[in-house]
């Protein structure tokens, strides 16, 4: 039981996803429904939004900032945490 | 037949899923904290694999508006795995740290043995 | 950790010959990441790398090298801080958080000093990377010991 | 120059800021204390400015950067997310009040501080935000700070559990990622909003992509979110933390990710979608299970903390039952419950907390005539106990008869039976503890009560629950909006 359940999962998982990529858009198609949405003004007016001809530094750094906020605290948290539990624990008191 | 043919267009798509798919089976069946670990950052990878893939435009070059360049690939997919890989690492650094202390707690690293340790049963 | 590894004279050598050449390009790749590839996180990726190699190389000779824990957690805390500070400048021009356009300076696109915020943020990142890289790093190896007092 | 549309930004800002200041003081902690808990009050007062702007002048939209919806990020801070917020700031401002003057558990206080800091950030910012992605980011923050304030107990137990929960929570971010991964590639939105607008034309064109990245969300937030399979990691890990960390991951955490949850069903699928895929059936028989699981491995616990964590997974079961029943008055019931249980969980597990530490007792076998060395502590846990049961007078009962009669107006009357069978249940787990410490009589004599400061927190989650219970209609407009959101 404890061998073929793991199994069973994999493969049930492994089917559905297998089935989802046949049904995905075209990989580089130029027209999949992934290029339609907000792609197009971030090419055409990250220069003159954001003075940054890198257009993912222009997204990560001006247009999503706050989710690079939210990323630098990500890490900030990961170092504290290592810290605290590292140094923090009763285990040396 | 048609299916194949499906598949084979987006086999970066199907690469990922099944490097996935063996991440998920490590990290389901082996007993060793790193090596599930190990399994997770698989995963992750797959993930990001897959999310950039469909940032990709045939003949698309890198978002960088250089002079006489037309056709770029899609930046936002990139731009959000660049966030997704820094959470990835923060994840496994303090994961890293909790083995240490695992290690430094239990003396093993292996699942059941750190269960059979601590005796306590699972509901 | 009662681990002593000897002196090695060719690491030590190459180490020194290398290291400046893997700073500049992290800083390259830090002051550049408007303009091609790159930006704090790669950039800082880079440079806290450099200081792993330098910490592997010289930390069992000179121990008193290792980044203390108090400067780390500034350097962390401070390009944060930075961060946010930047966002309050929008703020108090009367803009939403964050904003850049209108605020700063956007420059030539394409030239060094341009992209307004975006270079601030980048450098901020930049320190705040290389140190959480760096010390995450000597925590890890370090493992919790006592070797250095408790923060 | 300042206006209240900038209120939702400046709660997640300050709150991050206040996080990263407090680990660089230091040595000079009494300045930490201070920054802890006055932002705490500032959150308080922005959070109800915020609200009022809300219940006035109707949604807030605050486009961050300047970059309005499909380009940039922006806080949509509906009736349901002010709501939220509402009740995040109020009860952490508890339990920070609690942390400080209550007997120190953890070592490293400037981290842990710091980190329950971040943790109330990235929770504000998760029922906040307009934008998928920028929810998941603050979801991967608000999973590793939750962990960290498990792992910095720095017991063998509270490691054990940490790592195991870190391992899932990292395993339900990668399918909350995948999910956004694939809703991206049919719609090439991350706004919430414009996804809905894409989803209406593509998900016709991709239906196994859609269902493929809603079952991957719903594991990823069921993990999270701690939903009958995929709760294993909870009772250990709730169990295992310091006292605050307690109070904090059962009452407020959890639930973020359902408010997540919800707010991506309803902003990003529009109810429409909710109705045609499975999902709600699939929610609603796991839900159910939630319930009926949770209660009964309650019973058989001996160690109070793991018995009030094992409730949490049943009180989670309730949340979900209300929003997949979706009438108006069970979501009513869910909103409410998503306050009431707070409040509750709050209280026991700070008072358990506190008898834990003044006692050294863990278990119920072990607290036999405890109420008579601690009658104000004993009084508040037998408050919280009554209200979990629903006993008509306390808060509980409020969300249990508004959850009971919307399954009613859904005409699906065996999950009324489902909610009055578990609170049955509750009053069989939550007896024990209750008369093992008033009766009996062997408890030494040098227990004595906690000092003022503690027992300030526990006498005002306990008034909040009885005044909750006899006059139900503060929140009662802001409650109805929300539902209204929902249910449309």
Request: net charge neutral.
């Amino acid at each position: 039981m404890k061998k073929v359940l793991p199994v069973l999962v994999l493969a049930a998982i492994g089917i559905l996803l297998i089935l989802t990529v046949a049904e995905m858009p075209a990989f580089g198609d130029s027209n999949a429904p992934a290029h339609r949405g907000v792609m197009e003004k971030y090419l055409r007016d990250s220069a003159i939004d954001t003075g940054a001809i890198n257009t993912i530094a222009a997204i990560i750094l001006d247009y999503r900032a706050y989710d690079t906020l939210g990323e630098a605290t990500v890490l900030f948290v990961a170092v504290l945490a290592v810290t605290a539990t590292l140094y923090g624990g009763e285990h040396h008191a | 037949m048609e299916l194949l043919e499906r598949l084979y267009t987006n086999i970066y798509y199907l690469v990922a899923v099944v490097l996935f798919v063996i991440g998920f089976h490590t990290m389901l069946t082996h007993k060793n904290l790193l090596k599930k670990l190990m399994a997770l950052n698989i995963m992750d990878t797959a993930i990001f694999l897959f999310f950039v893939a469909i940032g990709y435009r045939s003949g698309g070059q890198a978002p960088i508006l250089l002079p006489g360049v037309e056709k770029f690939v899609n930046p936002v997919p990139s731009a959000l795995i660049l966030t997704g890989i820094v959470i990835s690492v923060s994840f496994t650094a303090f994961a890293l740290a909790l083995v240490v202390l695992l290690y430094k707690h239990y003396g093993t690293l292996d699942s059941d043995e750190i269960i059979a340790i601590r005796g306590k049963k699972h509901v | 950790m009662g681990v002593s590894i000897m002196h090695d004279l060719i690491l030590e050598i190459v180490n020194r010959l290398l290291l400046p050449f893997i700073q500049l390009f992290g800083m390259y790749i830090l002051i550049h990441g408007h303009l091609s590839p790159g930006g704090g996180f790669s950039g800082g990726a880079v440079i806290g790398a450099s200081l792993i190699l330098y910490s592997l190389t010289f930390r069992f000779a000179k121990v008193k090298h290792r980044m203390d824990h108090d400067t780390s957690v500034f350097f962390e805390a401070a390009g944060a801080l930075i961060y946010v500070a930047v966002g309050f400048v929008g703020l108090l021009f009367g803009f939403n958080f964050l904003t850049n356009r209108g605020v700063f300076p956007l420059g030539v696109p394409g030239q060094l000093w341009s992209g307004g915020m975006i270079l601030v943020i980048t450098l901020a990142l930049g320190a705040k990377v290389s140190g959480t890289i760096l010390s995450l790093f000597q925590e890890l190896l370090e493992g919790g010991s006592d070797e250095h007092g408790t923060p | 120059m300042f206006s209240v549309n900038h209120a939702p930004v400046l709660i997640v800002v300050m709150l991050l800021t206040a996080g990263f200041i407090v680990p660089l003081l230091g040595k000079k902690m009494a300045l930490g204390r201070i920054l802890f808990l006055s932002v705490g009050l500032v959150v308080v007062v922005l959070s109800l400015l915020t609200t009022f702007a809300v219940l006035e002048s109707g949604t807030i939209v605050y486009a961050v950067g300047g970059w309005p919806a499909p380009h940039g990020i922006e806080l949509v801070v509906d009736a349901f997310a002010a709501y939220s917020s509402l009740v995040i700031s109020v009860i952490s401002l508890i339990i920070y009040w609690f942390v400080v003057f209550a007997p120190r558990e953890v070592k490293h206080e400037a981290g842990y501080y710091a980190l329950i800091l971040l943790l109330s950030a990235a929770m504000h910012g998760i029922v906040m935000t307009g934008d998928i992605f920028n929810l998941f980011v603050f979801v991967e923050i608000s999973s590793l700070a939750a962990v960290a304030i498990i792992a910095v107990k720095g017991t063998k137990e509270s490691i054990e559990a940490s790592f195991r929960y870190l391992m899932l929570s990292a395993l339900g971010s990668g399918g909350m990622l995948f999910g956004i991964a694939l809703l991206f590639m049919i719609t090439g939105q991350l706004s919430m909003e414009y996804m809905r607008v894409a989803l209406s034309t593509t998900a016709g064109q991709y239906p196994l992509n859609l269902l493929t990245a809603l079952g991957f969300m719903v594991i990823g937030f069921g993990i999270k979110s701690a939903l009958f399979p995929l709760h294993i990691w909870l009772p250990d890990a709730h169990a295992n933390a310091p006292t605050g960390s307690s109070a904090l991951l059962s009452g407020l955490v959890v639930k973020v990710y359902i408010i997540a949850f919800m707010r991506i069903a309803y902003m990003t699928l529009g109810m429409d979608l909710f109705y045609i895929l499975p999902l709600r059936q699939i929610l609603l028989v796991l839900a159910s299970l939630s319930i009926l699981a949770g209660s009964v491995f309650a019973i058989v616990q001996d160690n109070i903390k793991r018995l009030l964590a094992f409730s949490t997974v049943a009180q989670v079961g309730y949340i979900f039952l209300g929003f997949s029943l979706l009438t108006e008055r069970a979501v009513e019931g869910a909103i409410w419950h998503i306050l009431i249980h707070a409040i509750m969980k709050t209280l026991l597990f700070l008072a358990v907390g506190v008898v834990i530490h003044q006692s050294g007792y863990k278990k119920i076998s072990q607290i036999h005539g405890l109420a008579r060395r601690m009658p104000f502590t004993f009084a508040c846990i037998t408050l919280g106990a009554l209200s979990m049961v629903g006993i008509p007078g306390t808060a509980g009962f409020i969300s249990k008869l508004y959850l009971a009669l919307g399954a009613l107006d859904a005409g699906q009357a065996i999950f009324a039976v489902l909610i009055l069978a578990s609170s049955l249940l509750s009053a069989i787990y939550y007896f024990p503890l209750i008369i093992t410490a008033y009766f009996g009589h062997d408890a030494l004599p040098n227990i004595k009560e906690p000092s003022l400061a503690v027992r300030l927190p526990l006498a005002v989650l306990s008034l909040a629950i009885l005044f909750y219970g006899l006059m139900p209609s503060m929140l009662l407009p802001l409650v109805r909006q929300t539902a209204l959101l929902i249910t449309r």
